[in-house]
């Protein structure tokens, strides 16, 4: 038997699902923090510095302004202190460390070479000794970037990629080496992982393959609230024949229940431990990698909100800007708000706040006000704001 969902109470799931909806606590600490990273299961990172770095924001969404050393520490900090790794979960990923066990999976067969971009399958079996040389030199010589291999010389892009880089990639996927901290303009720095992951994670148990997926969905399940099978494999980047079975499973096992969502025209799940409130309050401004609308075709499905960031779209092509943030206000996405840190000038710039049909008249107000706890958050002294359309 299926439950029969309204539309307004899945979008209530799901934004409790991703902790939206409760009040903010007035000094956020370390322990916010890592409620908000085990909430969502991860952050995804991206190189864009327009406005900040992606991974500090689905934490600010939820919890106003925090002091961003607190992520810092518990991900690139003394390995004693580490809470996160490092890793390609969705996309590029700071993960919980008690999910280390549940991707090893996925590292054997990167390792394997049966994962991966082609080069990088290639160094499984041909690069051997280039992987072995560059495994040693890390051994010996310790943390390195992949410049330290190149005497200075690095590339621009991903397929600009020198050879050593492409090796490093490689070990990283294979889960042999991770980040041991960022510098500079945030270059990843590689160790040999046992030197980075807390040898009592180190230690845990490696599950089999289809018991590490399970726990991945039951995760992304729970952190959605109620979403598609696309939806949950998607979470985590598993594959059809990864996530499928475990879907299965959980529904056996009662975990997750099947449910029929007004104006879905696809099936659903409802995790079993789901809150479904009766409203959500509160304002928040979201990266363009939140798991709330990373996912374009669950954001027009939950809010009615077509989104595409439009960093690589010609400037003369764009609608609505180069990193623009959806507004969310209480239970729906109102507006876009197109932002950039000025750090010279010390202004947090929002050159031009695209309104949703229907947004509310207080929308404007609401949102100077979070772009006043946004600028304060990331040392900016005023906020500026265009045009208003």
């Known amino acids: 038997m299926k439950l029969e969902i309204s539309a307004k109470e899945a979008r209530r799931i799901a934004l409790a699902a991703q902790g939206f909806g409760a009040r903010r606590p007035e000094q956020p600490n370390a322990a916010h923090v890592r409620r908000v990273a085990d909430r969502l299961g991860l952050f995804q990172i991206d190189s864009v510095n327009a406005l900040t770095r992606a991974h500090y924001l689905p934490a600010f969404s939820r919890l106003g ?6 992520l810092e520490r518990d991900a690139w900090g003394p390995k004693r202190r580490r809470r996160f790794f490092e890793y390609w979960a969705h996309e590029a990923s ?7 066990p549940l991707l090893r999976w996925r590292m ?18 041909e690069g051997r000794r280039e992987v072995d040389l560059v495994l040693a030199r890390i051994a010996d010589e310790g943390p390195m970037a992949a410049a330290d291999f190149e005497k200075g010389a690095s590339k621009s892009g991903w ?3 020198s050879p050593t880089k492409h090796v490093l990639e490689y070990l990283f996927w294979a889960g042999r080496i991770t980040t041991s901290t960022r510098r500079g303009s945030f270059a990843r720095i590689y160790d040999l992982s046992e030197r980075v992951i807390p040898q009592a994670v180190l230690d845990l148990p490696t599950p089999d393959a289809a018991s590490a997926q399970r726990a991945l969905v039951e995760r992304s399940a729970r952190a959605l ?3 598609t099978a696309a939806d949950i494999r998607d979470y985590y980047r598993l594959k059809p024949g990864e996530a499928d079975h475990a879907i299965a499973d959980l529904v056996d096992a009662g975990v997750l229940v099947p449910a029929n969502v ?15 409130p009766r409203k959500i309050g509160g304002a928040a401004l979201l990266a363009p990698f939140d798991p709330l609308v990373w996912e374009r075709g669950r954001a027009e499905r939950l809010f009615d909100f077509h989104y595409r960031i439009e960093i690589y779209v010609p400037q003369d092509k764009r609608r609505h800007g180069y990193y623009v943030l959806p507004f969310l206000l209480d239970e729906a996405l109102v507006a876009r708000v197109d932002l950039k840190s000025d750090r010279n000038a010390g202004v947090l710039r929002a050159p031009r706040v695209t309104l949703e049909p229907g947004a509310p008249a207080e929308t404007v107000e ?13 040392g900016l002294g005023a906020v500026h704001i265009g045009a208003v359309v």
């Open 159 to 161: 397929w600009e990629w």
């Open 65 to 70: 302004p925090y002091d961003r050393t607190l």
């Open 366 to 378: 609401r949102l100077k006000g979070e772009l006043e706890g946004m600028a304060g958050w990331l």
């Open 94 to 100: 700071l993960l919980p460390i008690d999910l280390h």
């Open 262 to 276: 007004s104006g879905w025209n696809v099936k659903a799940w409802m995790h079993r431990d789901v809150r479904s």
């Open 108 to 125: 054997a067969r990167a390792e394997r070479g049966e994962i991966g971009y082609r080069a990088l399958r290639r160094l499984a079996t």
């Open 225 to 227: 609230g109620i979403a």
